[in-house]
């Protein structure tokens, strides 16, 4: 195996892919080789950062923090809905009041009308003119 | 509780389940967002969109993917898409302090790009190095390469997630790896 060999294949090598004839040639040139050495030491060293970064974990409040945001999500959806709610209940009330105004308008006025019919008839028991007639015949009755 | 039980369950409105769906899967989908991303804040967004996400479309999902291939296909659009944002908003910033527009706010800019507990560290420049690195990979390699070193992903879920075939997988994987070592060996220092 030369440099170029080894330097093609040292992430395979530190990830442990290869197959056990390629790593015995491997570990022969780098036990002999200082400079590929130096290179396999510069490629693990930066490798390892990403190790390192594959470490870290996420805040512990990162769950809560969704929740909460979901929570607030909801709430404010739900107040919008109140939003368009609130003035549609508020229409749909003003309607029924008119509705309901209409209604009682109009059972007061067939009422009125049945009262001035009776109104009427009690006129043809309390015809003035009749009334006065009579008088007037009782009147020239006790004149005469 | 299952994938399936717990789907089921939040289908029911059980808030708890949803909440054990949540610490199931936030380690994993963070570091596939770190992996892609490299800035814990932004992994820790992105891992709150996707969580906000299956929330709102758990009725739609058809239980014919995996729940967790689903959830990393999610991750995976939303870092990718936060990135080609970060690179759109980087040219303007740029072309305004060429402008001459604002300077302050570039470099506010550029220190929030690097908003990361390992570049606080000794190994502040190398991170820098293996991050560029990575970040110039073709899309593909960049995420295959991701879903399989920073979670473990077998190759046949990466395939499944990326819509690839497994040996389109394994070549992509292959080269990102070729394409990393001869990015991070530097020939000059060496006698080769
Ligand atoms: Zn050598």
């Not at chain 1, 060293?45 to 969704?66: F, G, H, Q, W």
């Not at chain 1, 809905?81 to 067939?110: C, D, E, K, M, W």
């Amino acid at each position: 195996m030369n440099c170029k060999e080894c330097t093609e294949k040292l992430v395979f090598y530190i990830d442990k892919e290869l197959n056990n004839n390629e790593l015995n040639t491997m570990q022969e040139h780098l036990k002999l080789c200082s400079s590929c050495n130096i290179a396999y030491k510069q490629l693990c060293n930066k490798l390892s950062v990403i190790d390192k970064e594959r470490d870290l974990i996420p805040n512990p409040y990162l769950a809560t923090r969704i929740l909460n945001r979901i929570e607030n999500i909801s709430y404010k959806s739900n107040r919008q809905q109140q939003r368009i709610l609130q003035p549609a209940f508020l229409i749909f009330i003003l309607i029924i009041a008119l509705f309901t105004g209409f209604l009682v308008g109009n059972s007061y006025q067939t009422i009125a009308n049945d009262n001035n019919s009776s109104v009427q008839t009690d006129d043809l028991f309390f015809n003035e003119l009749k009334q006065e007639n009579i008088e007037l015949t009782l009147l020239t009755y006790e004149n005469e | 509780m299952n994938d399936i039980e717990l789907i089921d369950a939040i289908k029911n409105g059980d808030k708890n389940a949803f909440r054990l769906l949540i610490e199931k899967y936030q380690d994993n989908l963070f570091k596939v967002s770190i992996g892609l991303l490299h800035n814990t804040q932004d992994a820790e967004e992105i891992v709150q969109d996707v969580f906000f996400q299956v929330y709102k479309s758990i009725y739609s999902f058809r239980q014919e993917a995996k729940l967790s291939t689903w959830l990393y296909r999610i991750t995976v659009n939303k870092s990718l898409n936060l990135i080609r944002k970060q690179k759109r908003n980087k040219i303007v910033k740029n072309l305004s302090s060429f402008l001459l527009i604002n300077d302050n706010k570039e470099i506010e800019f550029e220190e929030q790009d690097y908003a990361h507990p390992l570049k606080i560290l000794e190994l502040k420049e190398t991170a820098k190095e293996v991050f560029a690195a990575i970040n110039s990979l073709p899309t593909n390699q960049k995420i295959a390469f991701t879903l399989n070193k920073y979670d473990n992903i077998s190759y046949k879920e990466i395939s499944e997630i990326m819509e690839l075939s497994l040996s389109s997988v394994e070549s992509l994987i292959h080269r990102a790896k070729v394409n990393l070592q001869k990015k991070l060996i530097h020939f000059k220092n060496i006698d080769v």
